[in-house]
């Protein structure tokens, strides 16, 4: 009689833990799941009257296009900051094709 309570309680404690388990797999798991969807604000918001949008042409670079926009009152580096923030790029890094906003400096 004492082993089938002592069973019955190990059965019970791991079933427990297998549904915390569970649970928190969920959450995690549909977490990751939200943050490459728009739900995590990964695109940015459409141009405005004032900004232009351009696309990437082969061999551009960010300093490029940045030069190319840029009226010579603001650091280049400054003018690629503002369109790599925009465009909510994570480095310098573009591709032919691409769509950039380029946003009124």
């Given at each position: 009689m004492k082993v089938t309570k002592s069973v019955v309680r190990l059965v019970k404690r791991h079933t427990v833990k297998a549904i915390v388990c569970s649970a928190l797999f969920t959450l995690l798991f549909t977490s990751f799941l939200m943050m490459g969807t728009d739900a995590s604000?990964?695109?940015p918001e459409a141009a405005s009257n004032e900004e232009q949008?351009?696309?990437v042409r082969p061999g551009d670079t960010l300093w490029e296009i940045?030069?190319?926009?840029?009226?010579?009152s603001h650091?280049?580096?400054?003018?690629?900051y503002m369109i790599k923030d925009r465009?909510?790029?994570h480095n310098a890094e573009i591709k032919s094709g691409q769509k950039l906003i380029i946003p009124n400096i």
């Open positions: 604000g990964t695109s949008v351009i696309t940045a030069k190319q926009f840029n009226d010579s650091d280049i580096r400054y003018v690629v465009n909510e790029l």
